[in-house]
């Protein structure tokens, strides 16, 4: 057997010449980004099936999750 057929092709992870990488936040710093309290990502999580893992959330899938049940992140609004 040849080097080369072991192994595997690299995973294509990107979209239009992008390349995207997982942004796993705790809770707290999630929070802080879709301005929300703690204690409510944490219950949106259960309520949408969105994993905790070693205490991160992946905020795109939290995202995503959120806008697909009907609930968009909340912004701050800019001042003006």
């Known amino acids: ?9 690299p995973a294509d992870n990107s979209r239009r010449g992008e390349s995207y990488v997982a942004n796993h936040l705790t809770p707290t ?6 301005d929300m309290k703690r204690r409510e ?3 949106k999580c259960m309520e949408m099936g969105v ?22 992140p ?4 800019a001042a003006a």
């Open 1 to 9: 057997m040849s080097e080369a057929s072991d192994k595997t092709p």
């Open 51 to 72: 994993p905790i893992f070693n205490g991160r959330i992946d905020k795109t899938l939290f995202v995503s999750n959120l806008r697909r049940f009907g609930e968009s």
């Open 41 to 43: 990502v944490i219950s």
């Open 29 to 34: 710093e999630l929070a802080d980004e879709v």
């Open 74 to 77: 909340k912004r701050p609004q």
